[in-house]
């Protein structure tokens, strides 16, 4: 089957997201394909759409092969109705090679058509179309933030490339992804039913192509972020108590060894309008703190690796580069409910109570197969520092005199205070950063 190209190719360099709209009708045995500027009344105007990568390169190890198929709801007018008005549809797109609902097409360069490639006899799977109800709702265990940032008129499936498509793909080649439709066939307004529900109309046909190009070799590296600097002691906020860190580790590590971290988290006095501590009764006030910033995963803490030009040269100037893990690994349930956490509890000793004077202490350990450059090599340098951060929360007196200070932690347990925000108002609790702890590298011990 061939597809005469109505664009120029050069256009087919980048990918594009195409989307159509759908209107349904309750008392039509037919379902047309409208452009979104079209509104036809009593219905339900929803918007297909294609979105993944704008170039493929094969030979890239960890190269995936995926794109997202999104069914958004639109708003009919300014006052929400429509768009609040419950409605569900039977939808779930697939991708299968025997079926004609999802089609690769290749952009041939010297005739300028399109010609179906991949299509196979049978289809290799059964088509379980899943009810979606709009508006659509978040779960019940999302955190409030979560809930609040859910965009309930849109729903979205994840698919990936057979096989048999990805041996296909030829460098230097570009290839339409197309959606021919056969999507909703069900549907209706309001809740839906208990019982069977007979199709109002035929599924439709929606073209909505995705373009992408495949090149040839690896995908180029992804640029490291900028090293942000270290946070200043200047940067304290006056009349917020004065708090620094003081951070210890192992002289050395070998490449499958462990490093151990001790931090000290000392607290002052009260800083002035010069950033400088001050002295007085107030300053023999207590605080309780909610110690988050001073957990390993935090971010803040960094890892720097000494890179230079000619590093067998005495010589040369050292740099420092900040190490990312470019996987982060969690453990936290993301889906449980927020807590709402009384801070006179201090469950997991989350909220330490210190007098001027006084320091809380903790440690942990980090894997070198885990958590540390995985090029290490014997000898090589490596720097540990926290960068600086802020408080999350913080307030004067003692954990165990705030009988009514509730706050709510997300139910991961390792995000920040989600409420109060602002802190009640109490200035921020500058952290500068702590001093640079140095560990080398070894063979063993």
Not at 154 to 163: C, E, M, N
Not at 229 to 254: D, F, H, K, M, N
Request: with cysteine; aromatic share 10%; proline share 10%.
């Amino acid at each position: 089957m061939c597809y005469e190209i109505l664009r120029q190719p050069s256009s087919f360099n980048f990918g594009v997201s195409i989307n159509l709209a759908i209107y349904l009708y309750p008392n039509d045995k037919t379902m047309k394909v409208y452009h979104q500027n079209n509104k036809v009344p009593d219905t339900s105007r929803l918007v297909v759409g294609l979105d993944g990568s704008r170039t493929i390169w094969p030979e890239s190890e960890d190269e995936s092969y995926y794109f997202i198929v999104s069914l958004r709801r639109l708003q009919e007018n300014d006052d929400m109705k429509d768009i609040n008005r419950l409605c569900w549809l039977r939808w779930s797109p697939s991708l299968d090679p025997g079926r004609g609902n999802l089609i690769l097409l290749h952009h041939d360069p010297e005739s300028n058509i399109l010609q179906r490639i991949g299509v196979e006899e049978q289809p290799r799977y059964s088509l379980h179309p899943r009810i979606q109800q709009f508006p659509n709702e978040p779960s019940s265990s999302y955190t409030t933030e979560a809930k609040d940032n859910h965009d309930r008129c849109k729903v979205t499936h994840r698919l990936s490339f057979p096989d048999t498509w990805i041996k296909l793909l030829q460098p230097g080649h570009t290839y339409d992804l197309r959606w021919t439709g056969e999507g909703i066939s069900h549907w209706d307004w309001g809740m839906q039913p208990d019982m069977g529900h007979e199709p109002k109309w035929p599924p439709v046909l929606v073209p909505v192509p995705l373009t992408f190009t495949v090149e040839k070799g690896e995908r180029p590296p992804i640029p490291r972020p900028a090293t942000p600097p270290p946070i200043q002691a200047s940067e304290r906020v006056p009349g917020a108590p004065v708090l620094s860190l003081e951070l210890s580790c192992s002289p050395t590590i070998t490449l499958t060894g462990r490093l151990e971290v001790h931090i000290r988290v000392i607290y002052h006095s009260l800083s002035d309008s010069n950033n400088t501590t001050t002295i007085g009764d107030e300053n023999s006030r207590p605080i309780a703190f909610h110690n988050h910033v001073f957990n390993p995963l935090n971010r803040e803490f960094r890892i720097y690796r000494r890179r230079c030009t000619d590093q067998s040269s005495p010589e040369t100037e050292e740099e420092w580069e900040a190490f990312y893990e470019d996987i982060v690994c969690h453990f936290g349930i993301w889906d449980n409910p927020e807590k709402l956490i009384n801070v006179s509890e201090n469950p997991n000793g989350r909220f330490p109570t210190l007098f001027p004077g006084e320091s809380w202490s903790n440690s942990w350990t980090m894997m070198a197969e885990w958590d540390l450059p995985e090029d290490l090599k014997p000898g090589e340098r490596l720097r540990y520092q926290l960068r600086g951060n802020t408080l999350n929360w913080w307030d004067w007196g003692t954990a165990e005199a705030h009988t009514q200070t509730i706050v709510t932690l997300p139910g991961s347990g390792l995000e920040p205070i989600s409420h109060p925000r602002d802190n009640g108002g109490r200035p921020n609790v500058v952290v500068p950063a702590s001093n640079v702890v140095e560990c080398t590298v070894i063979d063993h011990e």
